[in-house]
């Protein structure tokens, strides 16, 4: 099935309140879904998400002195918590983060003295007598603009930003450096990480994902390629290339391999709601930190470990570079994350039970409930499951996103967005 | 060369030349400002930074022109001289199934023996860092990775070898003039220590090099050596023109070394290549950073042998002249004579001769 690359999707975030869903694709494209009011009326139709606005958030750029096209991609997405009727967010490509504001119109003035219903002016020695123009409901228009350019501040490529809990910086992550914006001032930014050695070829570690504690404004994580992840503190020092918590697990000798760096690499790393655990996505597993303990996480979690005996042909054709993401549900009990096949998989940290789905059109009919899927490694196959040998790699679950206090998620397959709903009884 | 300087003219490489490559600008002609319109694009992809020439290539006529993988589009309009790249297109397919073919025998056998595991991943390794090299833009990411990887066989290599008292010599070609992708041995240079074909030939060209117990730690070449530096140091040229808009003083910003240090190789188009460095690092931008600092050898990656790598990366290791079958066998000869000499550490020449050639008829293609 042919589709454009542009269509791809690259990034999914629900708003604070879950009320809209945005997702980037590759094209720079931003497409809002808003969820329905629910009616009394239609009981089953629970809110659904339908297209709420569209617009095109970032261009291909080509950087002249560098010779380089910048890509076009939506590598991220953060709404800003809703302070007056309209939404605000933020959308980072390699380079460039923007923040949009998307409001609606749905009222117009009609009535004007100087002007007719089509724009065209009156002759003002025809007109009579004056009214006061009224506003009359119109059809809903959303728009969306451009508010704010964070621009030329990135050397490297951006893989992350984060909305601080004061809601006035938020902070932007590339491969070396991370920087510290005021949303009002656009022409500066202040860099609080930087990882860059003085000689690049001392270079063994980049930055891989960033975030902002969910309460503390002072404090924020990263994740690096080597598998460590540092909590810093702004108020310890203006440039914080000091950590205060250093998080890493100790080498599993029985698991080394050729490719145990590689593996390692954090493709992600989220605080929990409540801001007491950070989670991390590498390649094989989803692990769980308590903030309190730096020398191991307190959960950790196989995703897909039959992959661990395909590493040489996964690095051969790239896919163990692949970067998934993670979420948390709303209560933190339970984390999800995207894997081959169309698969994704959710945890329950509670129970320590696990699911497999599926995101495909085959299996999602409206309504229909998602069955869970196994991958069976070798040896008799059962029905219903699906060999090793079997999974299509080109089909991954990269980026998923949990509403924040209901059981709804989002999952870009590729080109696709599926939304799942917990079925009510 | 008629440097065209201030414009910090290493933007734009559109035109392979024996300047092009590694950061370097090729002087006034360079078209730093692209063409309107449709050309913006165009020029990007010719304007990709291609490895400077650094051995003639003797290959056979007729391979054809190169797409090299990886890079996205029509990229690389190679010219003849540039041996990296070339005949890429025909054995595009080939090579893919090849790769396909080694690493699902690397994760599938039980029985490869554990230096020739290593070697291909070293392989793949330093195939990847060279395609990368030939990109505008390699993924840093992805280019530390595989740094890191290669630094970590090439230390296990390094350890393992200092456990050997013997000098085992490797086959790998001596340090001539003219690269050795090619070279006059020919065979046998996928294979790691403990393959010699003329063991007596071998020791003796590396006699001269002085004592050192593995040749694999020598640096016959170090063209692939100095990839992953380059890689590095290409990145660091390429992205931060531009530092930060608010600074923390980086205090690192040294002027560059006097050329002087840095032109240290024994290839004529190396020194050439080091020469270019040398003459672009002092029209480096004074506020950036830490750009081409430091081209003297480095002593991270001295000791990684890379003369097997230097020619054809993207193809499968690549060909001499002479039959497949040929080198085959020679290689299989070989063995009985490294036995001897070997330690236990070489257990690749016990192997599963079969499963060996198996291995080796993917390696050789034929």
């Known amino acids: 099935m042919a589709f454009p690359d542009s ?107 100087l002007k007719d219903e089509d724009g065209r002016l009156r002759d003002p020695s025809m007109i009579t007598m004056l009214r006061v123009p009224v506003l009359r409901p119109m059809d809903l228009m959303v728009e969306a603009t451009p508010r704010r350019v964070f621009a030329n501040a990135h050397t490297y490529h951006i893989n992350s930003i984060s909305v601080n809990s004061d809601y006035e910086t938020y902070m932007s992550a590339d491969d070396l450096r991370i920087n510290l914006w005021n949303f009002e001032i656009t022409n500066q930014s202040f860099n ?13 570690e980049v930055i891989t994902a960033a975030e902002f504690h969910p309460h503390h404004c002072n404090t924020f994580v990263y994740s690096s ?81 039959y992959l661990r005996s395909k590493l040489c042909s996964l690095y051969e054709n790239d896919c163990i570079f692949d970067k998934f993401e993670c979420v948390w549900n709303g209560s933190d009990s339970v984390i999800m994350t995207g894997s081959y096949n ?45 060999s090793v040998d079997s999974l299509d790699f080109s089909k991954k679950i990269l980026h998923t996103a949990w509403h924040p206090s209901e059981n709804i998620i989002a999952v870009a397959a590729t080109n696709n967005l599926y939304i799942f709903q917990d079925k009510v009884n | 060369m008629g440097a065209g300087p201030a414009a910090g003219g290493r933007g734009a490489r559109s035109s392979p030349s024996p300047w092009a490559g590694r950061g370097v600008a090729c002087g006034g002609e360079e078209l730093r400002w692209p063409g309107p319109g449709g050309g913006g694009s165009r020029l990007l992809l010719e304007g990709v930074r291609v490895p400077a020439p650094l051995r003639e290539p003797a290959r056979p006529a ?72 030939m990109l505008v833009e390699p993924n840093l990411h992805r280019s530390v990775l595989i740094a890191n990887t290669v630094r970590q066989i090439q230390e296990e290599m390094r350890q393992e070898s200092s456990q050997q008292p013997i000098n085992v010599c490797n086959g790998i070609a ?65 992205e931060d023109i531009s530092p930060p808009t608010s600074l923390v003083p980086a205090g690192d910003d040294e002027p560059p070394k006097s050329p002087e240090n840095t032109c240290l190789k024994l290839e004529d188009d190396r020194q050439d290549l080091k020469g270019a460095e040398c003459v672009f690092g002092s029209f480096e931008i004074s506020n950036s950073t830490s750009y081409l600092k430091d081209l003297a050898i480095d002593d991270i990656f001295e000791d990684i042998d890379t003369s097997m790598y230097d020619s054809d990366f993207c193809s499968p290791p690549l060909m001499a002249p002479r039959p497949p079958s040929a080198a085959t066998e020679e290689t299989l000869k ?15 020449c016990r192997t599963d001769l079969s499963e060996l050639d198996h291995i080796m008829e993917i390696l050789v293609g034929s």
């Open chain 1, 342 to 386: 169309n698969f994704f998989r959710m945890f329950d940290r509670n129970t320590k039970r696990d699911v497999t789905l599926e995101a495909s059109r085959e299996n999602s009919k409206p309504r229909a409930i998602l069955k869970p899927r196994k991958v069976c490694v070798g040896g008799k196959r059962r029905k219903d499951e699906i």
């Open chain 1, 192 to 204: 609080i990480v930087d990882i860059k050695p003085a000689n690049m070829e001392e270079l063994t």
């Open chain 2, 174 to 238: 001596p340090n001539p003039p003219s690269y050795p992708g090619i070279d006059s041995s020919g065979i046998s240079l996928h294979l790691p220590s403990g393959s010699s074909q003329q063991e007596s030939n071998c020791c003796n060209s590396w006699s001269a090099e002085g004592p050192i117990e593995n040749s694999l730690l020598m640096v016959s070449d170090d063209d692939m050596s100095s990839a992953i530096s380059s890689i590095l140091k290409d990145l660091d040229f390429m």
């Open chain 1, 7 to 113: 269509d791809i999707i690259s990034t999914v975030e629900f708003n604070h309140t879950g009320e809209l869903l945005a997702t980037g694709d590759k094209g720079g494209r931003v497409v809002i879904f808003q969820r329905e009011q629910e009616s009394k009326n239609q009981p089953h139709r629970r809110g659904e998400y339908n297209v709420y606005s569209t617009f095109q958030s970032h261009e291909p750029e080509f950087d002249y002195l560098k010779s380089l096209e910048i890509e076009e991609k939506i590598n991220k997405i953060r709404w800003l918590p809703q302070q007056n009727a309209a939404y605000f967010l933020l959308s980072t490509n390699d380079k460039t983060v923007k923040l949009w504001k998307v409001s609606e119109r749905d009222k117009r003035p009609e009535g004007y003295n």
């Open chain 2, 62 to 133: 007729g391979e054809g022109r190169a797409a090299c993988e990886g890079a996205g589009g029509p990229l690389a309009r190679s010219s003849s001289r540039f041996m990296l790249g070339r005949g890429l297109k025909r054995k595009l397919s080939d090579y893919e199934e090849n790769m396909a073919g080694l690493s699902s025998a690397f994760d599938s056998s039980r029985n490869l023996p554990y230096p020739l595991k290593r070697q291909l991943v070293l392989n793949m390794c330093l195939t990847k860092l060279q395609t990368y090299k």
């Open chain 2, 334 to 348: 070989t063995f009985p004579s490294c036995n001897s000499s070997s330690t236990n550490n070489i257990p690749i």
């Open chain 1, 225 to 305: 390629s080597k598998g460590t992840i540092r909590l810093c503190d702004m108020r310890a020092s203006a440039l914080c290339d000091r950590h205060s918590k250093f998080f890493e697990e100790p080498e599993d000798p029985s698991n080394r391999s050729f490719f145990s760096e590689i593996i390692s690499s954090i493709s992600d790393v989220k605080f929990s709601h409540s801001g007491r655990y950070i989670m991390t996505r590498d390649y094989l597993t989803v692990k769980v930190w308590d903030l309190n303990m730096e020398n191991r996480p307190i959960e950790t979690y196989q995703v897909h470990d």
